[in-house]
C-alpha cells in the first residue's frame, strides 16, 4: 500500500488549503484514513480521520475549521482547511489502518503512512 500525499504550499492566515492523499490498492473503502501534522520540533499530532463508512472525528483545535472526507472511486481522502492560522505550519501526513485495531487518534493505529507535504501559514 502506498500514500501520496500533495497539496502542501504557502498560505496567508485566514486562508484556505485541500490536501490530498491517494492511495494504491483495491481496498481503499475498507480502510480508515488519518490525516496528522508535525511542526518543527513538536511531536506528530492527530488531525482528522475517517472511517470506512464515512463517520468523522477531529483534534479539539480543528473541529469547524478542516473537513475530511473521502472519495472511494478516486481512492481519495481529502483534508479541507479553511481559516489557517500560523500554528497550523506543519508537515501534513496521511495515514491508513487496515485493521481498525486502535482508537484512530494515535500514530501507532495507522499501518501505512504518505510521505508528508508541507504546509506554512504566513503573512
Known amino acids: 500500500v502506498q500514500l501520496q500525499a500533495s497539496g502542501g504550499g504557502v498560505v496567508q492566515p485566514g486562508g484556505t488549503l485541500r490536501l490530498s492523499c491517494v492511495v494504491s490498492?483495491?481496498?481503499?473503502?475498507?480502510?480508515?484514513m488519518g490525516w496528522f501534522r508535525q511542526a518543527p520540533g513538536k511531536e506528530r499530532e492527530f488531525v482528522a480521520a475517517?472511517?470506512?463508512?464515512?463517520?468523522?472525528y477531529y483534534a479539539d483545535s480543528m473541529k469547524g475549521r478542516f473537513t475530511i472526507y473521502r472519495d472511494n472511486a478516486k481512492n481519495a481522502v481529502y483534508l479541507q482547511m479553511d481559516s489557517l492560522k500560523p500554528e497550523d505550519t506543519a508537515v501534513y501526513y496521511c495515514?491508513?489502518?487496515?485493521?481498525?485495531?486502535?482508537?484512530?487518534?494515535?500514530?501507532?493505529?495507522?499501518?501505512?503512512w504518505g510521505q508528508g507535504t508541507d504546509l506554512t501559514v504566513s503573512s
Open positions: 495515514a491508513a489502518d487496515d485493521d481498525y485495531t486502535g482508537s484512530g487518534y494515535s500514530t501507532s493505529t495507522y499501518d501505512y
Open positions: 490498492g483495491r481496498t481503499f473503502s475498507r480502510y480508515r
Open positions: 475517517i472511517r470506512n463508512g464515512a463517520t468523522t
